[in-house]
């Protein structure tokens, strides 16, 4: 589907089956961040001259675009660098804000990105770091969840949509359950908000974390939503220009949100790249996205059935676009290599989600993931090299 409109697809013989790595760009992308850099190129927020004004324009233009792609109000959108940093900078604030006998509760199928720094932030504030489980077919074990979850707990962190078993998680049932007990929930979206349709008002989560680079737009942007009383609770995670109100030698005072957490040059032009993608997501619609990635891994799944000695990391029926496994007696890193003589990329490893594999008894695995540009085409080949490398290996 749309293959055509990204370059490095139709440039190129690659089969890309790594998208949740990173998503490859559409031409569109490409093209509104080489007429910024050619047409209105000034720093934002400070310049007096016509291009500076146009570029602030477009910038928060770009945050408007964006904000209503998750239903969020503009002003509750922060431009950050990635996902990774998005979520820093919550667990940032919370490490000043935590007190001992608090905790912190984080599911153990997390990305590293959304479990390192409460973890850190745990052992620095003397806060309670715990974690649910997942059962084995990659839902989150909501009994564990419940038993876990207490007025102690201050803040409570889930994916979406995860980036190893590739399961939507409840997010809605778990913030009611967590804003029940006065908890506060973080949901990491970095891989849901390319393959479903994202509304944080629906969600009801406090904050809601992604990058640009997984939703074709470019790397160095990131988003980081929050209801207002929550971003406006956290303190500044880096101090700078353009996150101040006033400066003495005695004090400074800080900008309202979301200028107080954009200290320094912000990304502009590639917010502007991130708001070229979400229009052009916008415009095919996250219903026909989701619809085309399922039956992509439907059709995965089914061809991956019959494949003596395959273990998967959680239930294929439950996966949106996302396929994690290993194959009994092959190490990952050599069916992968193997795929790459016929053009073919797929990502091995531990995903930055080690806790994942342990809880499956597994060091790493290989993984394919879909993009709205690939077909059925691209698992049919994905599936024939798989079988011819197995075969090779005497499987
Ligand atoms: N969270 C999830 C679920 C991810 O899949 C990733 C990246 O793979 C991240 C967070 C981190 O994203 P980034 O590296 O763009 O900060």
Known sequence: MHKQDFPLLTNTPTVYLDSAA????????????????RTYYANVHRGQCHIAAQATDLYERARRTIAAFIHAEPDTVVFTKSTTESINLVAAGYER????????????AE???????????????????????????????????????SPR?????????????????????????????GARVLVDGAQSCAHMPVNVKDLDCDFFAFSGHKLYGPTGIGVLYGKAEALSELPPYQFGGDMIRHVSVAETTFAEVPAKFEAGTPPFVEA???????????????ETIAEHEQNLTSLLCQGLSDIPGLTMLGDGSLKKGIVTFNVAGIHPADIAFA??????????????AMPVHARFHQDVSLRVSFGLYN???DVATFLTSLHKTISLFGG
């Open 22 to 37: 990173s998503a490859q760009k559409p031409q569109s992308v490409l093209a509104a961040m080489d007429t910024f850099y």
């Open 375 to 377: 077909e059925p085409a």
């Open 97 to 108: 804000l935590l007190r001992a006998g608090d905790e912190v509760l984080v599911c153990i």
């Open 153 to 181: 707990t201050k803040i409570v962190a889930v994916a979406q949509l995860g980036n190893v078993l590739g399961v939507a998680n409840p997010v809605r049932e778990i913030v009611a359950a967590a804003h029940a007990v």
């Open 339 to 352: 795929l790459t003589q016929d053009n073919i990329c797929v990502r091995v490893g531990h995903h930055c």
């Open 272 to 286: 502007v790249g991130l708001a070229a993608a979400v229009d052009y997501v916008q415009d095919i619609g996250m």
């Open 111 to 149: 990305h590293h990105a959304n479990f390192v720094p409460w973890q850190q932030a745990c052992l620095r504030s003397d806060a309670t770091f715990k974690t649910f489980g997942i059962t084995s077919d990659g839902t989150i074990d909501m009994a564990d969840f419940n038993a876990q979850l």
